[in-house]
């Protein structure tokens, strides 16, 4: 397993392949036990409980210390595309106070922006075109920037001028820190302990329940619910697919 099965594979495949694990380890765990259970004594079962409780308890604490980090990165996005948009929409705002030709064309030249801009938030995980939209966004924060610089240097006393500056420097560096942000993946082999704590969780629930002598539906409603937190953990983590992605609407707004 990579970084391309966690990311670059579908989300439902990444589901039903942590599900098909975690069903097998159920039915090794569960064999494993249907075959000592004539040979384990009470106390000992009662042990292997008490270990089963302590690993169910550790993989809860690990899941949700996970879907925490995966969750902040979820907001931390959600946040920037707010500043951004702010960003763009103050700077198009100073732009309208500079006289012709200056704030016309840098007014739409961040219209043109805006444009790109939105389309690179909803765009999927395609990278020919991604990279064709940070070329064009490149451009076009170099032909508004330069337009700014150049009448500042006319009248460089202009407190309008000083004014748009910051807030095209604003949004410049806020484009490089959601392309960061959206590249700020939670670690892979903190998932994969995840999924490895969860097989060994799942097994060792199979395996109590093969002491016992009988299956039960609860080994496989536990192996579902251990899955769909791992779906819920990647799909966090996935800002170009997936059913959970950040919304563009500030922006979309700002385009409106």
């Known amino acids: 397993m990579s970084t391309i099965f966690l990311y670059g594979t579908s989300e439902i495949i990444v589901f039903l392949v942590f599900f098909a694990l975690m069903l097998g380890a159920t039915e090794v765990g569960f064999r494993l036990g249907r075959k000592s259970e004539l040979q384990t004594p009470d106390k000992t079962k009662s042990l292997v409980s008490t270990v089963e409780a302590a690993m169910l308890g550790f993989l809860g604490l690990l899941l949700g210390f996970t879907m925490s980090m995966a969750v902040s990165r979820f907001e931390a996005r959600k946040q920037l595309v707010l500043e951004e948009a702010n960003a763009i929409g ?153 059913l959970i992605r950040v919304s563009e609407q500030p922006m979309i707004d700002l385009q409106h």
Not at 192 to 221: D, E, P, Q, T, W
């Open 90 to 242: 103050t700077s198009s705002l100073r732009a309208a106070l500079l006289p012709a030709p200056e704030g016309p064309d840098i007014g739409n030249l961040l219209r043109q922006y805006i444009n790109v801009r939105v389309q690179d938030g909803t765009m999927d995980e395609d990278p020919t075109q991604l990279d064709r939209s940070h070329t064009q966004s490149l451009r076009l924060q170099n032909e508004f920037w330069t337009r700014a610089v150049a009448y500042g240097q006319k009248d460089p006393n202009s407190v309008r001028v000083g004014l748009l500056l910051q807030s095209l420097n604003q949004a410049i560096d806020l484009e490089s820190a959601r392309r960061m942000a959206i590249q700020n993946h939670v670690p892979e082999s903190v998932i994969y302990a995840n999924a490895v704590v969860g097989i060994l969780s799942i097994m060792l629930v199979g395996y109590a329940f093969g002491l016992s002598g009988r299956r039960h539906f609860a080994m496989y409603v536990l192996a579902v619910a251990i899955t769909l937190v791992l779906a819920v953990i990647i799909d966090l983590d996935r800002p170009r697919s997936g």
